[in-house]
């Protein structure tokens, strides 16, 4: 699920920064700093949308630099048990397969994976073919999955799905997209 | 009241413990990272009066404080400190309030709301402890500022589902068939913490795929079935598992530092012969010099046929006791494209034992694993499994790495055959044990093992061999030797008598009583290596080549690997066979 927070963070700049320019490098440091990271309990900061307060700098004595006291809006990408998430298979292998929704990584193992599903390793490499040989779950493709249990470390989280529910498994092969 | 109370500019130490365990409490849900938190309040509060002789030690960093005229807080924006949160406390009407009433001005206060409120108190005192205030700027200046929880209200709840309300996905979790990351594969619930802190019960129940992923777990009631259901599968596709191991099997490497000048040249002259040969593309290089894992490496020869048969005939695995890193390496090389093994790689660091290779973490039933590898002796559980290749030494560490005299393959300017190499005969064998298995009506109930057990039986059949210097007199039961078992192996029957029903005597010396008797009756008398040669080729080898005489004059010129010296003789190129005569 996606969330739009107001968040605070200190940001210290040295002080080759300080001039007319100071905001822009402040509000890039602070993009840079921001964006991509991940705590258990925001989930992932996709963007920074809005600076809202950069704050005035406070001069640390010694140092020479300077902190800033910034307020900002950003999009955070937090992904719940029961959540369905489309997704980007990455690797298959005889377990079941991992796959990719944006920086969460989810894996499906066999046994959630519906029955008639079988695991091959054909010309193009290991892949999951239902009983019809109609669908293959293979590398690159496309799959909707149901999260059903989540683990939330300080700067990851992984989860566990599931495909073996109505509405679930695979949208679109690796060449659709 | 002491005069200095009434300063607002001069800071002084609050002792009151219960005082600042509040300000504590009341800080969990504001800013922790707050560099310098100014505690204001008014001297008037009797309760609140700071110890006698508590003075007002200037902080450094108070420096950058207000520095206002007395009474005049209102200044307290101006300060720098906008960037760091104010942390008022703001009692309205001298003594009686409880501090319980306080007002805690949040970081959003905003510096203005600061100004009024103070300056409507009377007097304003700014509390300030030392110790906390350098611990916080001490958090602020590490890097970890937590936002405040109260900013983001749509998450406040935490939604973090707790897991020990996870519903059971399926009816029989648990037992749990593994674990990911301490997640179930199956249900999603996090693994139990004593399960994953106590190594030990854990190890008995669950194997550590770690090959597949790094944090994979699985129980063994689960592995045995995926073992079944995965040979079943194979079987269908009338395919067996093959596990190669790589050094000295498939190819041999040597650090860069141990190759002396001396045979430097040697390599280079190999590099360049290769890139002008006519055939390029996979599989035609065969000499490598990988600077970053500094490492020469040599293929063998061969590798790429026997993989690319091998493929349709076989799940192939690679097993090796290397590193990680270099196991991925290797298989690069060998397998650019990854259609050969694709994650199949156990190394060292997937292995469930550090100095035994075992089949537990191979997906696969043991009926339909064979194992292709130079050192039986690490498959412990499994012998029966593997087929033993010989070593293939090219760099001449490699010979002094077992303790071997004698040159090395590059030395000799030589390679192994391409077309009747180890790697060809072992491709033999191979076919032939997978077209027995399949031949069979009902393939699930065959095993290679057994198989290849007969296969190896029919090698020397028929042949009785006695040996003669070879097995220690001293020794008390020669039937364990090594080359007594292996010629058993292999279908031969050993005697320690000669009579005239041996057909070969196995010796390393001509002048032996027993070499000079089984000379006159006409029978074979054969070097040890014999019998490793047709161990290895899985086919009796030709006596006149492991005579002794030749071996003794081999010996004489320096050259012991005799095995390699037989196909020197039958392959090497005209060009060679001159350039080793010139140097000699």
């Not at chain 2, 058993?488 to 005697?495: H, I, K, L, R, S």
Request: glycine letters at 8%; a negative charge.
């Amino acid at each position: 699920m996606f969330f739009l927070l107001d968040m605070e963070r200190i940001v210290t700049l040295p002080p080759q920064h300080f001039g007319s320019g100071l905001r822009d490098v402040l509000h890039k440091q602070l993009v840079r700093e921001v964006e991509g990271t991940c705590s258990g309990k925001h989930g992932y900061i996709v963007s920074v949308t809005k600076i809202t307060d950069s704050g005035k700098g406070r001069v640390q004595v010694g140092t020479g630099k300077a902190t800033f006291h910034m307020k900002y809006q950003c999009v955070a990408f937090r992904p719940f048990k029961g959540e369905v998430l489309d997704c980007v298979v990455t690797q298959i292998t005889k377990l079941g397969f991992f796959a990719d929704a944006g920086p969460f990584a989810i894996f499906v193992s066999s046994s959630l994976i519906p029955d008639d599903y079988e695991f091959t390793s054909g010309d193009q490499g290991p892949c999951f073919t239902s009983g019809d040989q109609d669908v293959a779950i293979v590398r690159n493709c496309e799959v909707r999955v149901k999260v059903v249990g989540i683990r939330v470390d300080a700067t990851e989280i992984f989860g566990i799905g599931t495909i073996k529910e109505d509405y679930l498994g695979v949208l679109g092969g690796p060449d659709m997209s | 009241m002491p005069s200095e109370q009434e300063d607002p500019t001069e800071p002084s130490v609050e002792q009151d413990e219960w005082f600042l365990r509040m300000l504590e409490e009341e800080l969990e849900d504001g800013d922790e990272e707050e560099g310098a938190v100014d505690l204001t309040g008014d001297g008037d509060q009797p309760k609140r009066d700071p110890p006698p002789g508590a003075p007002a030690p200037k902080l450094p960093a108070e420096a950058e404080g207000p520095s206002g005229e007395g009474g005049a807080p209102g200044q307290g924006p101006e300060r720098l400190a906008g960037s760091t949160p104010t942390l008022d406390k703001v009692r309205g009407g001298a003594g009686g309030e409880q501090p319980g009433a306080s007002r805690l001005g949040q970081t959003e206060t905003v510096a203005g709301e600061v100004a009024s409120t103070s300056a409507a108190t009377s007097s304003k005192r700014v509390f300030k402890r030392p110790n906390r205030a350098r611990k916080r700027k001490a958090v602020a200046e590490a890097g970890t500022p937590r936002p405040p929880s109260a900013a983001i209200p749509s998450l406040v709840m935490n939604d973090c589902p707790p897991v020990e309300r996870a519903a059971s996905v399926s009816d029989t979790c648990p037992p749990h068939p593994g674990f990911l990351r301490g997640l179930c594969i199956r249900c999603g619930e996090l693994q139990p913490a004593e399960v994953a802190q106590g190594g030990g019960r854990d190890e008995r129940q669950s194997t550590s795929l770690r090959y597949i992923h790094t944090d994979l777990e699985v129980n063994k009631e689960y592995v045995r079935e995926l073992k079944h259901r995965e040979a079943s599968r194979l079987i269908a596709q009338k395919k067996l598992s093959l596990v190669f191991d790589l050094d000295h099997t498939l190819l041999n490497s040597s650090a860069l530092k141990d190759i002396t000048n001396a045979d430097l040249p040697l390599l280079h002259e190999v590099v360049s012969r290769e890139a002008k040969s006519k055939n390029q593309g996979p599989g035609c290089t065969s000499l490598f010099v990988l600077h970053h894992i500094q490492m020469w490496t040599k293929l063998r020869p061969f590798y790429r046929k026997l993989l690319e048969e091998c493929s349709k005939l076989f799940d192939m695995h690679v097993y090796t006791m290397g590193e990680r890193g270099y196991a991925m390496e290797m298989v690069r090389l060998l397998d650019p494209d990854k259609s050969f093994f694709g994650d199949h790689v156990v190394s060292k660091n997937d292995s469930t034992s550090n100095s035994v290779k075992d089949l537990d973490v191979l997906i696969g039933s043991e009926k339909s694993v064979l194992i292709l590898d130079d050192s039986p002796k690490v498959w412990h559980r499994h012998r029966a499994n593997v087929l033993e290749i010989e070593r293939y030494h090219y760099f001449p560490s490699s010979l002094r790495h077992f303790g071997m005299k004698g040159k090395c393959l590059l030395e000799r300017r030589n390679d192994e055959s391409p077309d009747c190499g180890p790697l060809s005969s072992v491709l033999k064998i191979l076919k032939a044990v997978h077209a027995e298995y399949f031949s069979r009506p009902d393939p699930e109930a065959s095993d290679v093992r057994e198989i290849l057990k007969s296969k190896k039986r029919d090698v020397l059949i028929g042949c009785k061999l006695c040996f003669s210097r070879v097995i220690p007199k001293a020794e008390e039961k020669q039937e364990r030797h090594p080359i007594w078992r292996l010629a058993e192996e292999f279908g031969a029957v050993c005697t320690r008598f000669l009579d005239g029903s041996v057909t070969h005597l196995v010796t390393t010396s001509e002048g032996t009583e027993k070499s000079i008797t089984a000379a006159g009756m006409g029978i074979h008398v054969v070097r040890p290596d014999w019998v490793h040669a047709s161990a290895y080729h899985f086919s009796r080898a030709a006596e006149e080549r492991y005579g002794i005489r030749k071996e003794e004059k081999k010996m004489r010129t320096g050259e012991a690997e005799e095995a390699e010296d037989v196909e020197e003789g039958e392959i090497v190129s005209v060009d060679k066979v001159a350039a080793a005569a010139k140097a000699n």
